[in-house]
């Protein structure tokens, strides 16, 4: 996952995206914050990647139209001559809100977009006229759901469930309710000092702001930004990394996103060099 660690240069990002496809790793998740537009970003990775399958989001609901949306994917998929995959999600207030929009009403704006966006990507005309002129097929759709009513909308329309910042038993829980692909974000760092690990904590500080995140760390029984560094990432050596892989894997993972820490580890290389396709 192409990372947006706070203060982190800007194209470093790209750097990270190219390594993790220089590497072999099989995909790459981008997703926005307040540095690049998503598609902007997977458009310049598309054209400087050659392998890895390329995801972007999870992208708020409410921010994007599914006319927007399925011309982004499709430009992204264009640009790099191959078919790229878009995944959606309920974001936060404050990132919503950043954009001008009313935040709610997610579960029932997850089901009308996914629908009329897998219309679109299907060369389909939309009810006011609108049709891609040149769709690309195979894109597929995630969501990414803590809930039980947003899983339940991934489970019966989405092509793939994403997750964030969890513990492998949260994951557990969620693969013993949903036959779906899942993915998990995980933040990682080899051998990493202390600028590494002040770097998630402080990106952890952001997320524990978030109720919803808030309420999954609670009921892994975490409170604090170290001890949740410690549970929901993979930090150590290249064992230790390897480690904690397996154990999301053994959760009910299907892909391990990991999240590069840079601090330490420019363009997150010697990170991916070592794992090396994990």
Known sequence: TVPFWYGMPPLECLEVAVNADRNGFAEIWIGQMATFDAFALAAAVARETRRAAIWVGPLALAVRDPVSLALGITSVSTLGDRTAHIALGSSTATVVEWHGRKWGGNVLLAIGTIERLRSLLRGERSPEG?????????????????????????????????????????????????????????????????????????????????????????????????????????????????????????????????????????????????????
């Open 130 to 278: 609108f049709r891609l002129r040149s769709p690309f097929p195979g894109s597929e759709i995630g969501l990414a759901a803590f809930g039980s009513e947003m899983l339940k909308v991934a489970s019966h329309l989405a092509d793939r469930l994403v997750l964030n910042l969890l513990t492998p038993a949260q994951v557990a829980e969620f693969r013993a309710r949903t036959d779906l692909p899942i993915t998990i974000w995980v933040p990682a760092a080899l051998d990493p000092g202390e600028a590494a690990l002040e770097q998630v904590r402080r990106e952890l500080r952001v997320y524990l702001a978030a109720p919803a995140y808030a309420a999954m760390f609670r009921r892994a029984g975490l409170f604090e930004a170290d001890a949740i560094a410690t549970q929901v990432s993979a930090l150590g050596s290249i064992e230790q990394v390897r480690e904690r892989i397996a154990e999301y894997h053994a959760a009910g993972a299907t892909t391990v996103a990991l999240v590069p820490v840079t601090a330490e580890d420019r363009g997150g290389e010697r990170l991916l060099d070592a794992l090396g396709g994990t």
